[in-house]
């Protein structure tokens, strides 16, 4: 139940967040595939079978490390 929730949290998180960095998207075409790509992997590691010796808890951790690293990317890009 637990799981499901987070998953529903995330997409949602996701749908919001597109929602915004369209605006942006045509200039920035790469760092947007990046993006989405991270998300489908955050959302592919959190749906994989039990935790790996908790190696899939630090790939998860590692992803979305990255998805911020993207997202300030972008950001930063707008500004200057």
Not at 33 to 61: W, Y
Request: without cysteine.
């Amino acid at each position: 139940m637990l799981r499901k929730s987070l998953q529903i949290a995330i997409l949602v998180a996701t749908l919001g967040s597109g929602f915004v960095l369209g605006q942006a998207q045509a200039d920035q075409p790469r760092m947007h595939d990046a993006l989405r790509n991270l998300r489908q992997a955050h959302v592919d590691l959190l749906a994989a079978s039990d935790d790996k010796g908790s190696h899939k808890l630090k790939a998860i951790r590692h992803v979305e490390a990255a998805i911020a690293q993207v997202e300030a990317g972008i950001r930063f890009d707008r500004r200057h």
